[in-house]
């Protein structure tokens, strides 16, 4: 079963699985272990699964293949582990080692809508006349790439896009305070655009000039977590050659996911100039609370619940300043969510290939969600955006989420815009 | 029986999703929080008392060993299925069946997570006390099979004492219920506490009917550290002979304030010999705070170089930092690491420090050492490699140096880890011959056929020497397949 596998990677992890202290404390935050109870669902289990695998004891067999990619790589087990161990590093090395680790379809979209954005611009572009023409059609237009089930976590989409070309936007008034470069991404630039230029107007309104560095494109997290590293490693070069570290006071970016993979380039592209990047990467959140948030104006009065990304809370270990972004928000009411840091079961595209674990984790967050009594969840990446929203829907019935679902710098936006615009849709209400 | 034909009766009862049978899945279960490594031959996940005992009755049919299962966090190797057999994995059985209030108990399937019964008597006003540094992921029903301790233990006693019934299933698949929501109950022998700390070798422990306290209001702490190991065994001393009983009295000796040290980088006292965390608890905060207080003043005059009080809970997080920080800097510390349990008198603990710094010093390793000084409870850490050669062999003699020193001390072996595998061979050292045949035979009593988590406890070899290399180590197991 071993034969074609290239294990070369996994084995440079060997030191890393065996800082495993086998002390389990792990299991207490594992996703995929609450929900089934089962070791070999759990950290502790995969480690020994890897470890087995590399000694030489256990075979490349279905049966560890299939718990291995039941990992969520949502590193809540990396932030608890008192010994070290780093889940993320060998679940890629892992994951390149498997000659088809990821399903066709998935990898052909990864590598030909992620690898040339306009392909992708095109493509949402495609599925936004979908949207208007109605779902039925969008499903089954979906279904030619046999990926039936995204067509529930598509959000309204926009009618235009953020193309990267050097776009400088200033603050409107004042002086600058920084100069900081927008990772643009993918999704965040298509289907969030709106989202996107919520970020601009957030950052411009707290002193900061913003560039959108032309060149820039996609920055490969998904193609880590799927174990497509010679893809990874193109997109992160061409990051690496868009973006001049120098240039810029900060790199900053609002997707949860894309700022962890983006702290992490210099593990894999090497030079200085990655590790510049890396250093200076902030998710909008981090810099906000940093530079100190200018205080917004209006009043967004709603009662809020935020639900933590995993690579926001566990890569990237920043909990606090998101809750004191929200609390910043005249009028914000923030209620905690129980089990804020269990993963949605989004997890970059897991719930398109793992559906039955993404599919429980997203109805014990639903059932979470919705006891908080919250008008609003709040989160920071595009992946558990999607997720709540379609879980949010599903539970309401009629195709409309029972609670709103926003990024964070969707609400900073509107308070900086005062009380001029709605803050929650019909539904939300 | 063959195997799959095992697996098909197994997963009649339990469904098939309950049966872990694949290649990959054996190893999981083939690890616990020790260095030893064992694949199982079959894991089966029941979720009711009845499906446990429909498994041991095909187990015990098809002559299999059955190996019982928490969270696998033991530190005794307990949970290692040690040449083999049926492990019965009860995480799933972990429903709270009940809080009742009337009568301040609680009931739980076994596999309840012990930090989740807490927080969830707690939110009714009520209090589980015993807190096993594991208990965020231990299970009670393990805790039960190893009578499990922790800092509060010195006040709050142990597992044991709040053992009031148990659902058991025995080795023949019958279900014996015993005890119930009594705090006083001497009718016929106190058999549920029979099962307490018996780690899996009488039975199954499947439900748990446990006493609850009322939840203590305020709490407060302070933290001294010792320039001298001796002045702080008198402070203990002086402490609980002035009258106070404190929630927690936990010493850290100079080794393992370095390890921390190094580990978080908080400004410790590097020269110090011991540091004492001291804690008291109860629902009047003037007389919380005065107990804390005179223990503060006491540390002081009997040498202290330094002593803080927390003023708050945000403080009280900061002096609790360092001893919370001991797990995982001895995590990061060597690649193995032995955590004993040896308890000896409490008088006798700066003693037993200096023996076991001297065993170190003859061994070449570090063993740092800390524990709960109010109950003469220490864990030494033997921090060792198991990829030097002969490495396990000096491990040996190291820890068979220690369990010695406590026993000449007037002490034991385990004070809440449990025997498993790593201390069988010295329990006859520990208890007497006359003991281990009494144990013996109520072990054959209960499992005639010895099908209950076998090669535990009961020592196996003529001596202790190679009682380590004589086990089955992490990154040897060979898989079927």
Redesign the interface.
Known sequence: MTAGADLRLLREEYDNL??C?????C??VCPTYQVS????E?P???I??L??LV?G???L?P??VE?ELNCLVCEACTAIC???FRMEPAQVAFRAALPDGVPRAVRFGLEYFLGDLGRLRRLVRLMALGQRAGLAALAAQLDLFGLRRLGRFLPDLPASFIVPRGQVWRPAAGPVRYRVALLTGCVMSTVFAEVTRATVRVLTANGCEVVAAAGQGCCGALHLHSGLLGSARRLIENNVRAFDPDGFDAIVVNSAGCGTALKTYDHFVPGSRAAAIARKTRDITEFLDEIGLVPPPGEVPVVATYQEPCHLAHAQRITAAPRRLLRAIPGLRLVELAESALCCGSAGIYNLTRPAFADALMARKVRQVLATGAQVVVTANPGCYLQLLAGLRAAAGDGRPAVEVRFLVELLDRAYQGAARPVLTEAGR | MNREGLIAALAAIVGDDGVHYRPSELVAYSVDGTFQQALPDLVVSPTSTGQVAAVVRVAAEAGIPIVPRGAGTSLAGGTIPVGGGLVVNLARMNRILEIDRANGVAVVEAGVVTAELQRAVEGEGLFYPPDPASLNQSTIGGNVATNAGGPRCLKYGVTRDYVLGLTVVLADGRVLRLGGKLIKNKTGYPLAQLFVGSEGTLGIITEVVLKLLPRPRHRATALAVFPRLDDAARAVNAILGAGILPVALELMDNLTINVVEDYLRAGLPREAEALLILEQDGNHPGAVRADVEQMAAICGELGASAVQVAADEAGRERLWQARRAVSPALGRRGRNKLGEDIVVPRAAIPEMVRRIRQIGREYGFEIPVFGHAGDGNLHPNIIFDLRRPGELERVERAAAAIFRAALELGGTLTGEHGIGTLKREFLTEALGPDAVEVMRRLKGALDPKGLFNPHKMFPEADGAEGFLRRLPLLGTAEAPG
Do not use: Q
Not at chain 1, 21 to 25: K, T, V, Y
Not at chain 1, 37 to 40: D, L, R, S, T, V
């Open positions: 065996s800082a202290i086998r002390c389990g404390l299991l207490s109870f089962k070791e070999e759990g502790r289990g995969r020994a699964m470890k087995a000694e004891h256990l075979g067999t049966d560890l718990h008192p010994a070290g």
